[in-house]
Every structure is written in C-alpha cells, then in structure tokens.
C-alpha cells in the first residue's frame, strides 16, 4: 500500500511540472521564449508589423537538399491559424506570390521543412518570413523577418 501512495505520489508531482512547463517541457527542441538559448544554423528576428505586437525568432536548420524552419512568436493571439510564408523580397517589399509556404503557427509556433538547402536559399535573392493575422485577415503582415546569410 505504501508503495502504491509513492508511486501515485511521483505521478501528480510529474504531471504538475509537465502542466506548469508546457510545451518547452514537452518539446524542447522549438525556438525560445522569453529569452531562452536558440539552437539553428542561423537565427532570424522577426519584427512586429503595424502595432501587432508579434514579434520573435526563426531558426533555420540545414539538412542537405531541406532545411528546417523552426517559429516561435510572442504576442500571437491564442487559438489562431495564422498563415506563414516565404517570399521574395524585404520586410518594406514583400514579393506577391509565397516561394514556400511554412507550417502555420496557432498560438505562436510552427515548425516546417521546406525542399531548399541553404545554397537555394542564399541564390534566391533576397527573401523575407511573413505571418499574416488570420486566413480572414490574410492581406494583413503582423510580423516579418529578413533572412541573412553571412
């Protein structure tokens, strides 16, 4: 019996660190929060648009011929698909049409694998992240990041 009370013991204590640390628990490997170390190839700021208050980083990891897409962002509105895409162009110019098309991120996060290795990316010119507010609100930018190869 005692041995039962232990182990139901260390299950509330393990499910109350999971509830308090969520998803940074769970799955480690997204981009940070609040300051938290960033791990990729390359680190991209994303600035917040029109006063959305959406802002964060993308890291991008290279696996060869794919690179993965790492998104997190602060200030994104709870429960809301918001369409992600990689354009031509800069944050003053964004490119009509998406070159990739990224994971959505609801609640701030995504996490994507686009077919383009870092040599395509770098030859593509200059390109640009962009989240929209909503698929209702698509036309409308939030937050945008430049990507910089050095």
Known sequence: MQK????LGGMVFVGT?????GDNFITPSMPD???EALVGDVIIDMKAVGG???SGRVALT???AKT???LRL???PYGTLQPAHIHKGTCENIGEEAKY???????GSSESVVEASLEELRAAGPLVIDIHKSFAEDKKVVSCGELRFN
């Open 17 to 21: 660190i999971i509830f308090y640390f």
């Open 62 to 64: 290279f696996m060869g």
């Open 68 to 70: 993965k897409i790492s």
């Open 52 to 54: 959305s208050g959406e």
């Open 101 to 107: 098309k990224l994971t959505f991120p609801a609640t």
């Open 4 to 7: 039962l009370l232990y182990f």
């Open 33 to 35: 929060r609040e300051g």
């Open 74 to 76: 602060d200030g994104a």
